[in-house]
């Protein structure tokens, strides 16, 4: 019984020690963990900054293929309607039938008409 006491005491004189010398102690770990949270800060804030900008730059570069698209589409458009084929047809020598002949199946092929 008397050595769990003694040795009680001693661990509480060891802390009142340790706690006495330590005074100053305490603000420089103050101090450190200030810089360490300071330093934690400045570093997520310039990770944040360095997204942004990279996030801007996404920004721009989806608009940029966002009007391209548009353009893609109303060339597509323009260039697939009927007017268009049909001067693109006259150009390269193709034409409009001005008579259309139908075929029965009693007409014969080599009969002239």
Excluded: C
């Excluded at 006491?5 to 305490?26: D, M, P, W, Y």
């Excluded at 309607?81 to 259309?100: A, C, D, Q, Y």
């Amino acid at each position: 019984m008397k050595k769990t006491v003694k040795r009680k005491e001693t661990i509480i004189n060891s802390l009142k020690s340790l706690f006495v010398q330590t005074q100053s102690g305490k603000k420089v770990f103050y101090w450190l963990f200030l810089v360490i949270v300071i330093v934690f800060h400045i570093f997520t804030s310039l990770k944040t900054v360095s997204h942004g900008g990279k996030i801007s730059q996404l920004e721009k570069e989806k608009e940029l293929y966002k009007n391209k698209n548009r353009a893609l589409s109303s060339k597509l458009i323009e260039t697939s309607s009927l007017i268009k084929l049909r001067e693109e047809s006259g150009n390269l020598g193709f034409v409009v039938p001005s008579r259309t002949l139908y075929i029965n199946k009693e007409d014969s092929f080599a009969r002239l008409p």
